[in-house]
């Protein structure tokens, strides 16, 4: 952005400006709000010069009309006080310290004197302001606590702030600023007590991103009495359901999870001793609380969180770390376990039953996607044990254990009522294509009911009609399993015979309907892997058809014919018999295969849908 050079005003102006943002005066007395005792009436009361540069202007009069409410609330004005211009001054003061204040010269071609002076990075009137905006900050949170479009607009100020490291410096001794940590610390008191708990999220998440990973006194204090909260959970089990306590649950939950998504690598050691606890405290909770949508949610979005702030950034060569791994992946794998003992016969008679019913499940999903996005662990994966081991080290928890007792649960849940709803069909078909992608092993180690209930359910994906990303999904999940079988040659075993009858489905889905352009080539592949396993089935198939639908034209069944054994013989090959060294999943020969199916497609595929 380009400023003009004219506007440019003595830096005496400048400075009589910003000191006009310090001269505090002692008019009220307020002993519930002792921070609004002492008003600005020299701001309030300042007139701007048509000389000063507009965008000062415009900035300084926003700050006297923030000013002015203040003032006018303390004076008992209220009906004159809008909760709407409160909540688009913090705002536009958000916008402020994102673009403006203690600006980064380097994202600009051009910056004016005056705009530089009076914003630039620690020059006097940016911390003067940027002292100002936090007070006005902490007075929000006072007078506008039980408005949330106020205090949500007001905490996104504050994370702004808190994620600029220019400010944090400035901030480490400012006590209005630490003063913020009453949200937390006397979270049940007035007027903290009105405010949400996402916007308690947002405070503590500001005051722990500010610090750097260099924690003080003031933020090892809020955090202390925080996990004393916690404790107290414990000891209040007999009135765990009351309304008081279920809030209280609500927002320390909440602020754990602003804590958990403060974390970088600067402060992973210092609050990881502050997490772990707690997510095993979680699994109990969700236990305790399994019946309120919210708390589940929460928790398993908190859960979420530890994927993608600690599991990504724990070192593996360091022993501490390693326990660490092992001591969460324990506490994922309680809390899939007692998810599913608690939804484990979840099902709707409502016919018209919205998809939110099952945003719990959608985020369980989610959550096993993302554990399995990580790669962490690159080890040999193995069952997990009968029996739970007592030694820790010995046998760690691998990642695929505690997806794959997760998917067990899911597996007989996600039924035909269920997979009628887009995004978890999506979510659920995204996590088994995963799994059989990297570790077909262990979906052939499943029970044999329980991989007849995994195939019928990539069945109906491929009948639903839900799209190209639902019927990709299901082929990525096919071709590795047909793998799986030619590779250990088990294609006479009983998971044999259940993938039979996705072959049945899947050569319907091919030459019975049109294939979706975007999966053309993934279907050829797919096609390839089941001929390879079931070479016989696919010329009773193919027979079939042909015998069905084609055999009152000669000409349109021999033009068919000769289009088929195009696909499955050699170029020099007499019979039409199935050529049974060209399915053997080598590279070229699958390449080969793709060649003949495009030309199959061109040539007879359209032949297929005369009537």
């Not at 009135?239 to 992973?268: A, V, Y």
């Not at 081991?389 to 046998?395: A, H, R, W």
Request: glycine share 2%; proline share 3%.
């Amino acid at each position: 952005m380009t400023y003009d050079a004219s506007n440019s005003m003595d830096v005496n102006m400048i400075t009589s400006l910003s000191n006009l943002l310090d001269q505090m005066t002692e008019v009220h007395n307020q002993p519930a709000y002792p921070i609004l005792n002492r008003i600005n009436l020299s701001l309030i009361d300042a007139k701007v010069t048509n000389t000063i540069n507009p965008i000062v202007s415009f900035i300084f009069t926003s700050m006297q009309l923030a000013e002015l409410e203040n003032h006018m609330f303390c004076l008992n004005m209220l009906k004159y006080l809008s909760p709407q211009v409160a909540s688009t001054l913090a705002w536009f003061f958000r916008e402020l310290s994102q673009n403006y204040l203690f600006m980064n010269e380097s994202s600009y071609s051009f910056i004016s004197p005056t705009i530089h002076h009076l914003f630039g990075t620690d020059t006097q009137s940016a911390c003067t302001i940027l002292n100002f905006l936090i007070r006005k900050i902490l007075i929000n949170f006072y007078i506008w606590s039980s408005e949330t479009s106020c205090t949500t607009q007001t905490a996104k100020l504050l994370i702004e702030i808190s994620m600029n490291r220019s400010m944090t410096k400035h901030l480490l001794d400012n006590q209005n600023y630490w003063s913020i940590g009453h949200v937390i610390t006397h979270s049940n008191q007035q007027p903290w007590m009105l405010l949400t708990s996402s916007v308690k999220k947002l405070a503590i998440k500001s005051l722990i991103t500010s610090c750097r990973g260099q924690p003080n006194d003031n933020i090892s204090s809020v955090l202390l009495i925080f996990d004393s909260k916690f404790e107290a959970l414990k000891s209040s089990a007999s009135s765990c359901h009351c309304q008081s306590q279920i809030k209280e649950t609500i927002n320390l939950i909440e602020c754990l999870n602003g804590i958990i998504e403060s974390i970088s690598h600067e402060n992973l050691n210092f609050l990881i001793t502050l997490i772990v606890p707690r997510l095993e405290q979680g699994v109990y909770l969700l236990d305790t609380y399994h019946n309120y949508g919210e708390i589940v949610e929460l928790i398993l979005n908190m859960y979420n969180g530890v994927i993608e702030k600690i599991l990504t950034q724990l070192n593996t060569n360091s022993n501490e770390h390693i326990s660490v791994k092992n001591r969460i992946l324990q506490c994922f794998l309680g809390l899939i376990q007692t998810f599913a003992k608690h939804n484990q016969r979840r099902k709707s008679t409502n016919l018209n039953i919205e998809e939110e019913y099952f945003n719990d499940l959608l985020l369980f999903l989610s959550l096993l996607n993302r554990l399995h996005d990580i790669n962490y662990d690159n080890d040999e994966n193995r069952l997990l044990p009968n029996e739970p081991s007592t030694n820790e080290q010995n046998s760690p928890i691998k990642v695929i254990d505690v997806i794959l007792t997760g998917l067990e649960f899911l597996i007989p849940l996600m039924n035909q009522e269920m997979l009628k709803f887009q995004a978890l069909t999506v979510e659920y078909f995204k996590l088994v294509s995963n799994i059989a992608f990297n570790n077909p092993d262990k979906i052939f180690s499943r029970p044999l009911d329980l991989f007849n209930t995994l195939i019928s359910s990539i069945q109906f994906g491929l009948d639903s009609g839900f799209g190209v990303e639902v019927v990709r999904c299901c082929l990525e999940s096919i071709q590795p399993l047909c793998a799986y079988l030619f590779k250990w040659k088990i294609c006479d075993s009983a998971y044999a015979e259940v993938l039979k009858k996705i072959f049945r489905t899947f050569f319907k889905y091919i030459f019975d309907d049109s294939i979706e352009m975007e999966v053309f080539d993934l279907s050829s592949n797919v096609l390839y892997s089941l001929i390879c396993c079931f070479p016989y089935l696919f010329t009773d198939l193919v027979s079939q058809l042909i015998r069905n639908r084609f055999a009152a034209s000669d000409q349109l069944r021999q033009k068919i014919e000769n289009g088929f054994k195009l696909l499955i013989t050699s170029t020099n090959q007499s019979n039409c018999e199935i050529n049974l060294s060209m399915f053997n999943l080598e590279k070229r020969n699958r390449i080969k295969f793709n060649s003949k199916f495009n030309e199959f497609s061109i040539t007879t595929y359209g032949l297929l849908f005369i009537r």
